[in-house]
């Protein structure tokens, strides 16, 4: 394997890691410890880092190592704000593109989101356990990313999976994915869906603008919560 698709599986393993929840703001990242995981050098690891670092997901600390940073709320504020103003132009640039098999690939995402919420109603919980929520995590990210490649647009795509990336440190791992929340996010992704399938460029717009802006709402009180039990 090249030195450049070494970079970029290097690249791609951190940032599962952070979605996931495995890698926490704060948290010190080692070059050792993640090239030992993926069975490569520091090289690729160390470079991918560096990529990182320049997109603002990890900061250097002096005497202190690389860490992943911490989000302040005018940080989360801005990234809601920034997908608000891109998404919804590339999912009505998707609209009435999407080939079959990506439509059936977004299809099985909502109803893995759909699956989610009905085993979640079934136990009783009140939140998904560890492995629903990165079930979760995978099936929702994996379904705006697909509609972003169907928007064909390179830089837009990037640039929108780098925000959603930085949300994630703060809006994922440990914002609670309640019933509702689930459910929400499935009428959302359906709304989208049907739009995109019918080549109806407005309303598939419209409903990612409001699902973006829902989220946001979210996010946003989430953070405020954990930082009035952080400092009461």
């Known amino acids: ?131 629903m929520m990165r079930r979760l995590l995978s099936a929702d990210l994996g379904f705006h990313r697909v509609l972003l490649r169907n928007s064909g647009n390179r830089r837009m795509m990037k640039i929108i999976g780098d925000s959603r990336l930085l949300t994630g440190i703060f809006g994922t791992p440990r914002q609670e994915h309640g019933l509702e929340v689930l459910e929400e996010t499935y009428r959302f992704h359906t709304r989208i869906l049907k739009a995109v399938r019918d080549g109806n460029a407005g309303k598939a717009r419209t409903a990612m603008a409001e699902h973006i802006r829902t989220s946001k709402e979210e996010a946003l009180g989430h953070f405020d919560r954990a930082q009035s039990e952080h400092n009461p």
Do not use: W
């Open 1 to 131: 394997m090249g030195e450049q698709n070494l970079r970029q599986r290097a690249y791609e393993h951190v940032q599962r890691k952070i979605v996931s929840g495995e890698l926490r703001s704060g948290q010190v990242v080692s070059e050792q410890s993640l090239a030992t995981e993926l069975g490569i050098s520091r090289t690729p690891v160390r470079e991918a880092i560096r990529q990182l670092e320049h997109e603002g997901v990890f900061k250097q600390v002096p005497r202190y190592g690389t860490v992943v940073l911490t989000l302040s709320r005018r940080d989360l504020t801005e990234l809601y704000e920034l997908r608000e103003a891109l998404e919804p132009f590339a999912v009505a640039q998707a609209a009435g593109k999407v080939g079959g098999e990506d439509l059936d690939l977004l299809e099985k995402l909502c109803e893995e989101i759909r699956t989610i919420a009905a085993a979640v109603k079934k136990s009783k919980r009140s939140t998904p356990d560890t492995a």
